[in-house]
């Protein structure tokens, strides 16, 4: 076996077993927050409502101008290319058919969740792995207390809790970006673009992006808060916590909304 071969299996092989001590710390991780967040239902008065609405501030009217903005150029891009391809068919009233499900069912609350993994996502990572750091972690089960419920509960109630809500004004900015593009470039009047896009809407689209949202929050907030637990107590290793909770959370984002789209759809929604 030549060296190259070797090194080549050799990485396959830590790339592995990396892989699997991340399922296995994110099945442990899963049950110990689910039974803080059983403990958390069952004594409200012991959640640290401070720290938590101080998350959703951070998670969620923070975010809104640029979670706004970039809905707004999604609906605005795809506003463009759909009525490019509608166009030569004669079927410009379609833009809005497809603009406003688009964004409703799947980029919606992608957006929102690709937003709120870099900037909620790898916050979390960096303000655990530097309590870790600085050893205030050991402090606080040095004292008696549960790092989880302080340290994970909050910022887990703060995103399941905002992220939905922020995916509703996301869906609203891109349809009128797409509102724009029919209105100004395809010359649709706008009380028809509005009846059109009233009239294919279903409840179901804005529940389908809703329950995503929520998922999607679920992941992000673990994610990061694990990958802060796992950080090594030195810089280096808070930043690498950070970037790996940004790539890990896409990750499965991206195969959470693919199992979802399947799920919906066999359902016939």
């Known amino acids: ?112 969740a690709m937003i709120a993994t870099g900037r909620a996502g790898s916050a979390f990572a960096a303000e655990i792995g530097t309590m870790k750091v600085s050893e205030e972690i050991d402090a606080m089960a040095t004292m008696g207390f549960v790092p989880f ?43 028809t673009y509005f009846n059109r896009t009233i009239e294919v809407l279903t409840a179901m689209a804005f529940v389908q992006g809703i329950v995503k949202s929520a998922v999607f929050a679920l992941i992000i907030g673990c994610v990061g808060c694990m990958r802060g637990f796992q950080s090594s107590c030195d810089a280096q290793g808070v930043g690498r916590s950070a970037t790996s909770a940004v790539v890990t959370s896409i990750f499965m984002v991206v195969i959470a909304d693919a199992v979802l789209t399947f799920l919906f759809t066999s359902l016939g929604y």
Not at 23 to 38: H, I, N, P, R, V
Request: positive net charge; aromatic residues 10%; proline residues 3%.
């Open 149 to 191: 419920r302080f340290l994970v509960v909050p910022k887990i109630i703060a995103m399941v809790t905002v992220i939905p809500i922020l995916t509703v004004f996301g869906d609203i900015a891109g349809i009128f970006g797409g509102f724009i593009v029919g209105t100004l470039k395809l010359g649709i009047p706008a009380i």
């Open 1 to 112: 076996m030549t060296g190259r071969r070797k090194r080549a299996l050799i990485h396959l092989a830590d790339a592995t077993l990396k892989f699997g001590k991340d399922c296995t710390d994110l099945l442990s991780f899963t049950g110990e927050l689910a039974d803080c967040l059983y403990h958390a239902v069952k004594n409200p008065k012991k959640i640290r409502w401070r720290e938590t609405l101080y998350y959703m501030d951070m998670c969620g009217s923070d975010a809104l101008p640029i979670v706004g903005a970039i809905c707004f150029l999604m609906g605005l891009i795809l506003g463009f290319q759909t009525a490019v391809q509608m166009a030569k068919y004669g079927g410009d009233i379609y833009t809005a058919d497809l603009v406003a499900y688009s964004i409703t069912k799947e980029l919606g609350a992608l957006m929102v």
